[in-house]
């Protein structure tokens, strides 16, 4: 998932959508409307009645659905400054979404009494004034990956799942498999443009940039991880990696390895007492421990883990090394013989999907593939992510140390469980630190700075009758989980808090976070203070909101 993102989630307000282009930076007229539509100058309205109405009411996860007096579909920063205008001045509620990925309510909800659709804004291109690459908010991620990569051979180190849009993914920090090599997303973000709304209601576009004598810096500051759907609305990121030299494009960004080392395993449930399983995920937590550190060799490897629930049959590794660093196969064995030390364990081919890994039986001896390809797969064939009509609930955590007695007891309990055979209920484990820990936490939004891999708990399903014995399920787990820290991973010596592009409602509620320690410090430690100012600044008003909305 990165990624999990995935996953970024982001907040997800929404993540992405279309077909990258390299074509010219200039925004795009808007297309004339369909039949029987309005077209106010600035897109379509898309009301009930109308044939896409209904396939716009939900993003990826069903559960959350919203039926606004209309959608617009947005096409340029033109059209986002009209279309708010004009909701500014109907006085309706706003949502944003790009992709469609949020795991939350923040973009459908039946609150929501228009929702801006940025799915049409898919431009990926390089901006010579900037010495920069720009990003539209509905390019998918993929996209963005093939673009960057067949136009300059440069990417960003994002997410692991193809569909989720550049909007929500950038705004809450995004991160994937090459950010233990380079860091977040946003690390790369040079610039933002924002449509806001002030006290008084006027909308303007403004572009931030991270130049320290920028007077709108603040506002990128708080796109550089402070969740989607805050401050305005975002038209257009710009990328150039910090210490960018010269003028040519493919020396702005970072390069992707030429090659990759992957490896895709299983471990059969049949082989697992709760002593092996225990030896096994504190294995993976010693070793992302001990090469958390920005300067580590192994920065060079990442990995995603899958807990799979029992009813599944086996828990999947999916392992992915830079092929050109130094001693790459070793690097890679040495992985797999110290997650899986004293387990007494023999790993098979990973042959059926598993939660956001496809089948891989070709996998199971390492393989060298183009960085591209292994992209693709990991992308295009994501099973659950992606899957157009399944419901989803999700929870996350950054950790600092690995797990104790109880952690892995109430995994195993839960993951065994017989009264939830889900076999789509899993538990994710995530590579983390390495060039993410390299900067300081007031740096960018992102304030999760020194964890060593992710956790991810979710359940997929598609009945909504089966909607409460899996959220049932997936808050019993977590708040077990963390039982000590108040039912949260509390920041402090083992855990970082939460990601904000996997959001999360239940942290507002003091029944399900008895910690005491607010939500948005979960997910936003001692940077909350900041996007609140920067928020007072931006949208006074409080015109953007949604459950999880930073506030002024």
Known sequence: ???????????????????????????????AAPSGTTDTGHGAAIRSGDLRYATLTTGNNQRFVARPEYFRVIRSAADAESALRRAVDDGKKVSVRSGGHCFADLVCNPGVEVLLDFSEMTDVSYDPS???????????????????????????????????????????????????????????LYAVEVVVVD??????????????????????????????????????????????????PDRQLVRPPAGVLVSALSFPWEQLNEQRFGRLLR????????????????????????????A???????????????????????????????????????????????AMPHLATPRRLPWLNATRLLGTSNPT???????????????????DDHQVATL????????????????????????????????????????AFKMLFQSFWGDPAQDEANIRWVRELYEDFFHAAGGVPAPGERYQGCYINYPDTDLRDPHRNRSGIPWHTLYYGDNYQRLQQTKRLWDPSGFFHHSLSVEP
């Open 312 to 358: 599944h049959g086996t828990l999947d590794l999916f392992t992915q090394v830079d092929a050109g660093a130094p001693d790459a196969d070793k690097l890679l064995i040495n992985f797999l013989k110290a997650i899986t030390a004293g387990t007494g364990l023999t790993a098979t081919a990973l042959s059926k999907p598993s939660g956001d890994l496809a």
């Open 1 to 31: 998932m990165s990624g999990t993102d995935r996953r970024t989630l982001i907040t997800r307000v929404g993540t992405l959508a279309g077909a990258a282009s390299v074509a010219a930076l200039s925004p795009r007229p808007a297309q």
């Open 412 to 451: 195993h309990h839960h993951l065994t469980s017989e009264a939830h055979a889900n076999p789509d209920a899993m538990v994710v484990l995530l590579s983390f630190g390495g060039r993410v820990n390299a900067i300081s936490p007031s740096e960018t939004a992102s304030v999760q700075r020194s964890s």
């Open 199 to 248: 006290r008084s209601g006027g909308v303007r576009t403004v572009v931030a940039t991270r130049e320290e004598d920028d007077p709108h810096r603040d506002l990128w500051w708080a796109h550089t991880g402070g969740g989607g759907g805050n401050f305005g609305l975002v038209t257009r990121y710009w990328f150039r990696s910090p210490g960018a030299r010269g003028a040519e």
């Open 283 to 310: 294995n993976y937590g010693a070793w992302h421990k001990a090469n958390s550190a920005p300067d580590s060799p192994s920065r060079a490897l990442s990995s995603v883990f899958n807990l799979c629930h029992r």
């Open 130 to 188: 900037m010495r920069a690459f720009a990003v539209e908010p509905g390019a998918r991620l993929l996209n963005v990956y093939e673009t960057l990569f067949k136009g300059w051979g440069v990417t960003l180190p994002g997410g692991m799942c193809y569909s989720v849009g550049a909007g929500g993914h950038v705004a809450g920090g995004g991160y994937g498999m090459l950010s233990r090599a380079h860091g977040l997303v946003v690390d790369h």
């Open 385 to 403: 992510l992606t899957h157009p009509s399944l419901r989803a609930d999700h929870k996350s955590a950054y950790m600092r140390t690995g797990l």
